[in-house]
C-alpha cells in the first residue's frame, strides 16, 4: 500500500499526540512529586517486536525509551505468544533492558484481529524501590540487592486481573508504599487511555494503513542517518572518558571506544573499558546504546524523527561482564552516570570525524541527591530526591547554557521548585542561583551550575549521593577550558564538610536538626581560546555575575580600570597571555603502562619545573577536538622536555609522531 505524504505525515503526528497525552495524564495523576514536578520519566509507542514508533522529540529521556526495546524483547523471550488482551507487564532489571532498579517500565499490550499491534510503555522513576538508603540509590553500595527490588519480565495483570499478592510483596518493600501504589496507578490510567486512543486511530486509518505508515516511517529515519553517516570520512577514531570510582580514594574507571565509519554504518567498540565494579556504576547493554545513539542522532541527524530506524545503521558492541554490559551482582544505580561517560566518549571520538564541530561535555550525570528520614513536622516519612541540572557545553557559535538539561536529556525539570520542595517535606531552601565562573572559558563560554542550599529542619534524617564529574571536570573543546566539577557537601555550624571519602559517593550519611546540604553543579566546557572572546561578550559576563573579575583579567585578558575596560591594557595583557601559553613537548610511549587508565610520564626534573607531581590530573588539548586526560607518573626518560603518551592519545590530538600540545592541571 502507497501512502502519500499528507497521510504519512497525519498518522505521525498522531501517533505522537497518543504519547504527548500519556505525559499529560501522567503528570496530572502521579503520587510522587518527581513524577509531577520533576518529570522524571518517558512514555513511547513500541511495535510488538520491540522497535521504536513514536515518540515526541525533546521531550522524553533518552535513557528511559531506548533500553525499552530490550524490555520488549524480554517480555517475548519470557512470555512468547501467551500474552493476551489485558495482559500489563512490569519490568526494571538493569540486565535485561532495565535502566536503574528506580525506572519501573510499564508495557501495555494493545491488540488487533488477537495479535499485539502497538505496546504503549510508560517508564517512571519511582521515588523508593527499597534497598539500604532513602530513595535507593546511593554512592558506596557493591552489590544490586542493597539497591532495592528488581523486577524481570513479569505480567502484572493478566487479561485484566491484578495480581495482588506481586503487587503486596513489591510495595511492601518500598518505602512510602500509598506513593508507590499511586504512582503505578497512574501509570496504569494513562496506558490505557492510550490503548482506547490507539482504537481510534485504528477505526479512523485502519490497522493495515497504519501499520504501513509505521514501516515508512523506520524506513524514513533510517535513509536520513544512513545519509548523514555517508558525509563522514572512513575510518576509526578513538577516544576515552573517565568515572570516577574507588572506595576510600579515587580510582578512575574508564570507558573506551572505538568508532568506525565504513560507508553508511557506524559501529562503536567499547573494547579496553573497565571491568564490571562492585560499585554502582555499572549498566545493562540497554543504556549503552543509549549514549552512542543519542551522540550520533545528536550531531548528524538532530530534526529527523526519533525511532528505531534512526538506531538501525549503528552497530554497539559492549564486552559482557565490563561496565557496559554488566551481570549479577553488579549494581546499576548510577546507569545516567555511565550513559554520560559513553557520551562523552563518543562525542571524543566523533569531533575527530567531523573537526570538531561537537560541543563541549555537560555536567556529568543525574546527579542523584536524596534527602530522607522520618518528618516529625508531619508525622510520617519523606524522601526528597534532587538531581540538580548544570551548564551545557559551548559549540563553535554559541555559549553554553546555564543551569538546564541538556541535548542528551529529556524534557524533565532543571531542578524541584522550592515551593513545592517547603511544602512537602521539612526543609527550608535558603538559595538558588547560578555559580560564577563554572563555565568552561573559551571563545565561546560553557553554561553555568547553579548553586542550592537547603537547610534540614528535623533530625533522624541521612543524606545519599551518586553523581559524577566532582572530581574529573566535563572537557571543552578546541581548546576550550573544562567546567568547574561538581560539589556536594554539607554545612554544619558554619563548617562545610564531606560526607564522604569520595566527592559524590555518600551512602546515608546522617544529617542534624539545622545542617544545610549544599550542591554545586558543574559548567559545561567552553570552546576555542578564551583570548578570541569579544570583550563586549567579557564585559557582558562579568555585568551579569557569570565571572568575576580575575577571570576576566587572568583568563580572557580583559582589564578593567575603574569599573571601565582599559581597552590597550586588555590588548597587550592577551598578548602575554598569548605569549606565557603552557605548551609540552609530546612524544611516544612505548613502555609499560597500566591499562585500567591514562598515564603520562614525565621526568623528576620536568615535574619540579612546572610544579607538577605524581597521580596529578592534566589535560593534553590543541585548538581542534577533544583533550586527553591523564595521570601523571614519574619516570627517567630520554628528554626533559616533555612527557610521554601512549601513541593513541596522539592520535587523539591530531600529533604525528612527536609535537607541542598545550597542558593544564585539573586535579591534585
Request: aromatic residues 6%; hydrophobic residues 35%; negative net charge.
Amino acid at each position: 500500500m502507497n501512502l502519500d505524504i499528507i497521510t504519512l505525515e497525519l498518522i505521525k503526528e498522531t501517533l505522537i499526540s497518543i504519547v504527548k497525552e500519556m505525559r499529560v495524564n501522567l503528570t496530572r495523576t502521579a503520587f510522587s512529586s518527581i513524577i509531577y514536578e520533576g518529570e522524571d520519566f518517558s512514555c513511547v509507542l513500541m511495535s510488538p517486536q520491540g522497535e521504536i514508533v513514536a515518540m515526541p522529540s525533546g521531550q522524553d529521556h533518552p535513557v528511559h525509551i531506548i533500553p525499552v526495546s530490550w524490555s520488549v524483547k524480554s517480555v517475548n523471550t519470557k512470555y512468547g505468544t501467551d500474552i493476551h488482551p489485558g495482559d500489563v507487564f512490569l519490568h526494571n532489571d538493569p540486565y535485561t533492558g532495565g535502566t536503574h532498579l528506580n525506572d519501573i517500565a510499564m508495557l501495555f499490550p494493545v491488540f488487533v484481529k488477537g495479535k499485539p499491534f502497538l505496546i504503549p510503555v510508560i517508564r517512571a522513576h519511582w521515588g523508593d524501590v527499597g534497598g539500604m538508603t532513602p530513595g535507593s540509590i546511593s554512592g558506596q553500595v557493591t552489590e544490586i540487592y542493597q539497591e532495592g527490588v528488581r523486577i524481570p519480565a513479569m505480567r502484572i495483570i493478566s487479561q485484566g486481573v491484578e495480581n495482588e499478592a506481586a503487587l503486596e510483596l513489591m510495595f511492601n518493600n518500598m518505602r512510602i508504599p500509598s506513593e508507590r501504589k499511586g504512582d503505578f496507578e497512574a501509570m496504569l490510567g494513562a496506558c490505557k487511555t492510550a490503548g482506547i486512543r490507539i482504537q481510534s486511530a485504528i477505526d479512523k486509518f485502519g490497522h493495515t494503513k497504519l501499520g504501513t505508515a509505521m514501516d515508512a516511517l523506520l524506513a524514513r529515519s533510517e535513509n536520513r542517518m544512513r545519509t548523514a553517516i555517508t558525509q563522514l570520512s572512513d575510518g576509526t577514531y578513538h577516544y576515552e572518558a573517565y568515572l570516577e570510582g574507588g572506595q576510600q580514594q579515587l580510582r578512575p574507571i574508564k570507558v573506551k571506544v572505538a568508532l568506525t565509519v565504513a560507508g553508511d554504518t557506524v559501529t562503536v567498540d567499547f573494547e579496553g573499558s573497565s571491568k564490571q565494579q562492585a560499585a554502582p556504576l555499572n549498566v545493562g547493554p540497554g543504556s549503552t546504546a543509549v549514549g552512542v545513539f543519542t551522540i550520533i542522532k545528536s550531531f548528524l541527524d538532530p530534526w529527523g524523527d526519533v525511532n528505531q530506524g534512526a538506531l538501525k545503521p549503528i552497530n554497539v558492541i559492549a564486552e559482557e561482564g565490563s561496565i557496559l554490559n554488566a551481570r549479577l551482582p553488579a549494581p546499576a544505580g548510577g546507569s545516567n552516570e555511565i550513559k554520560y561517560c559513553v557520551e562523552a566518549a563518543v562525542m571524543g571520538a566523533l569531533s575527530q570525524a567531523i573537526d570538531g564541530q561537537v560541543s563541549g561535555d555537560i555536567k556529568g550525570g543525574s546527579n542523584h541527591l536524596y534527602v530522607g528520614g522520618s518528618d516529625s513536622i508531619r508525622n510520617k516519612s519523606f524522601i526528597f530526591y534532587e538531581y540538580p541540572a548544570g551548564g551545557t557545553g559551548a559549540n563553535a557559535l554559541n555559549d553554553g547554557n546555564n543551569a538546564c538539561r541538556a541535548y542528551q536529556e529529556g524534557d524533565i525539570t532543571s531542578i524541584q521548585p522550592i515551593e513545592s520542595v517547603e511544602n512537602l517535606y521539612p526543609l527550608r531552601v535558603h538559595n538558588t542561583i547560578l555559580r560564577s565562573d563554572s563555565g568552561g572559558d573559551g571563545k565561546t563560554r560553557g553554561g553555568l551550575g547553579v548553586e542550592r542550599r537547603v537547610e534540614v529542619l528535623v533530625d533522624d534524617t541521612r543524606l545519599s549521593v551518586l553523581a559524577d564529574h566532582c572530581t574529573i571536570p566535563p572537557y571543552g573543546i578546541n581548546g576550550g577550558g573544562p567546567g568547574s566539577p561538581n560539589q556536594f557537601t554539607v554545612l554544619r555550624n558554619g563548617v562545610e564538610i564531606q560526607p564522604s571519602s569520595i566527592p559524590g559517593k555518600v551512602t546515608g550519611f546522617d544529617l542534624l536538626h539545622k545542617d544545610i546540604v549544599v550542591m554545586k553543579s558543574s559548567g559545561g566546557g567552553g570552546c576555542g581560546n578564551p583570548l578570541d572572546r569579544p570583550m563586549d561578550s567579557v564585559l557582558s559576563d562579568l555585568s551579569e555575575g557569570l565571572i568575576t573579575s580575575i577571570t576576566a583579567a587572568n583568563i580572557y585578558g580583559v582589564v578593567l580600570h575603574d569599573g571601565d575596560l582599559d581597552y590597550q591594557a586588555s590588548v597587550n595583557k592577551r598578548k602575554e597571555l598569548r605569549k606565557n601559553s603552557p605548551i609540552i613537548k609530546t612524544y611516544p610511549w612505548h613502555g609499560d603502562s597500566d591499562p585500567a587508565y591514562r598515564q603520562c610520564f614525565m621526568s623528576a626534573r620536568l615535574l619540579t619545573r612546572l610544579s607538577l607531581r605524581e597521580g596529578d590530573l592534566i589535560e593534553l588539548y590543541t585548538e581542534v577536538g577533544a583533550p586527553v586526560r591523564a595521570w601523571i607518573l614519574s619516570t627517567k626518560t630520554q628528554y626533559d622536555d616533555g612527557c610521554y603518551i601512549e601513541p593513541d592519545a596522539l592520535d587523539v590530538l591530531n600529533i604525528k609522531s612527536s609535537g607541542s600540545s598545550f597542558w593544564r592541571l585539573l586535579h591534585r
